[in-house]
Nanobody, 120 residues
Framework: QVQLVESGGGLVQAGGSLRLSCAAN????????MNWYRQAPGKQRELVAA???????NYAASVKGRFTISRDNAKNTVYLQMSSLKPEDTAVYYC??????????????WGKGTLVTVSS
């Protein structure tokens, strides 16, 4: 089994910055991709940023130029640096990892989510 542990959410004023972290722990053989999604109240979950291993980084159009996703492969950790935050960035942010596990093959895992609130 693999656990994703997120941290770094909180309350910030518009224009401010936050950094989210997500560490993957457990029976990991390799990680294919680590990604961030978000879900705002009353809306569907959407991809914010994706960081595949050996592939191009992808960003949602709404965050391009303001958010940066990065990975520390040695620590199985992904970060999301969020700058120039807007009230519409308010959401629960979820870490997602596409993992080759030791026992169960390739599995998609999700964190429990961390709340980001941007005040105007």
């Amino acid at each position: 089994q693999v656990q994703l542990v997120e941290s770094g959410g909180g309350l910030v004023q518009a224009g401010g910055s936050l950094r989210l972290s997500c560490a993957a722990n457990g029976n990991i053989f390799s990680i294919k991709s680590m990604n961030w999604y978000r879900q705002a109240p009353g809306k569907q979950r959407e991809l914010v940023a994706a960081r595949p291993s050996g592939g191009d980084t992808n960003y949602a159009a709404s965050v391009k130029g303001r958010f940066t996703i990065s990975r520390d492969n040695a620590k199985n950790t992904v970060y999301l640096q969020m700058s120039s935050l807007k009230p519409e960035d308010t959401a629960v942010y979820y870490c997602n990892a596409d993992v080759d596990t030791v026992a169960a093959g390739r599995v998609d895992f999700w964190g429990k989510g961390t709340l980001v609130t941007v005040s105007s």
